[in-house]
């Protein structure tokens, strides 16, 4: 069975664009949850989403956004990007609520 | 809400020898999960051992055996018989039990493990 997916794997964006990142979780699993990962904050959750429905969100500001399929891939948007969003981003999923979750390889975005 | 703490930023060891890396936590739940993950510098994150919080019994995994003081919000990790592939960034993580609770791990900064050979 494949594992996680994100796509793209490395991105760099400037000042002030929008990016869009992309996760597909493990065939069968519902739940899918999204870090942030950088060296001053470490990890730090983001969003949550189970059968297309946000659960919980982070401590983000409104640039960061997301959403889940009906086929249960997630997408996150930053608009407006400043360099501290410079970070390596995760993706998790697990079939269920409350059960094991299973990283991607994350997305490292860089803005210059 | 919830903090977990790790306080060694970088720890080493002898490979074949055991260490142990430290995690305190905050909470007032009395039900939940704690996990520790590794993370490679290929930087897939790795489930490496869980332990609920109901459960007296410490896990263990192969060489991986966890530590828990329920009382004293302490969740040790310990590597035996180290190997070269034990290195790497190691997290404690933390997740609620509660009923229809949230997936939201929080994680300690995490400590740096180097095996020596």
């Known amino acids: 069975k494949a594992g996680v997916t994100q796509t793209p794997r490395y991105l760099i964006k400037t000042r002030g664009q929008q990016v869009t990142l992309s996760c597909s979780p493990i065939s069968g699993h519902r739940s899918v949850s999204w870090y942030q990962q950088t060296p001053g904050q470490g990890l730090q959750f983001l969003f949550e989403y189970f059968s297309e429905t946000q659960r919980n969100k982070g401590n983000f500001p409104g640039r960061f956004s997301g959403r889940q399929f009906s086929n249960s891939r997630s997408e996150m948007n930053v608009s407006t990007l400043e360099l501290g969003d410079s970070a390596l981003y995760l993706c998790?999923?697990?079939?269920?609520?409350?059960?094991?979750?299973?990283f991607g390889p994350g997305t490292r975005l860089t803005v210059l | 809400a919830q903090t977990v703490t790790q306080s060694q930023p970088e720890m080493s060891v002898q490979e074949a020898e055991t260490v142990t890396l430290s995690c305190t936590y905050d909470t007032s739940e009395s039900d939940y999960y704690l996990f520790w993950y590794k993370q490679p510098p290929s930087r897939q994150m790795i489930l490496v051992i869980r332990q609920e919080a109901y459960k007296q019994q410490n896990a263990t995994e192969n060489r991986f055996s966890v530590n828990f003081q329920k009382a004293a919000k302490s969740f040790s990790l310990k590597i035996s018989d180290s190997q070269l592939g034990d290195a790497a960034m190691y997290f404690c993580a933390y997740r609620s039990f509660l009923q229809g609770g949230s997936e939201k791990l929080v994680f300690g900064k995490g400590t740096k493990l180097t095996v020596n050979p």
């Open positions: 998790a999923s697990s079939p269920q609520p409350r059960s094991e979750q299973f």
